[in-house]
């Protein structure tokens, strides 16, 4: 997320990897990876634990943002506020989930992996 158009600085970053079941329906592994949330880039531990063995629906993603400030006091700088970067990761988390909910659900051919999916 930027709100500059002169130069590539993000203001937030998140970077979500999600490894599911055979079933497609449990978090069997998570990653969240935050950028320009703090002084060099960081995972976020207590989010990713939430996902971790939960079901795949909505609201495991809101109960992993919830948790989001255990794992980073974001920086206040001119390119966002601490309290805006937190609010576009969480909201981030969330949409990331529904997006990926969705992309598994439409899909019919469940041998195709999660990271072909965005490949496509």
Do not use: W
């Not at 999600?18 to 069997?28: A, F, H, P, V, Y």
């Not at 919830?66 to 990761?89: F, G, N, W």
């Not at 969705?102 to 195709?112: D, E, L, P, S, V």
Request: proline share 2%; net charge positive.
């Amino acid at each position: 997320m930027s709100k500059r158009y002169e130069d590539d600085i993000s203001a937030c970053l998140l970077a979500l990897r999600i490894d599911l079941d055979n079933t497609l329906s449990n978090i069997m592994e998570a990653r969240i990876g935050l950028g320009g949330m703090s002084s060099v880039p960081l995972l976020a531990k207590h989010s990713q634990s939430k996902l971790l063995n939960s079901k795949f629906n909505e609201v495991s993603f809101k109960n992993a943002a919830q948790v989001l400030p255990k794992d980073v006091t974001p920086l206040s700088d001119v390119r966002a506020s601490r309290e805006y970067r937190m609010h576009v990761i969480q909201r981030l988390i969330i949409q990331s989930g529904k997006e990926l909910f969705n992309q598994i659900k439409h899909n019919t051919n469940h041998a195709m992996s999660i990271s072909q999916i965005y490949k496509e």
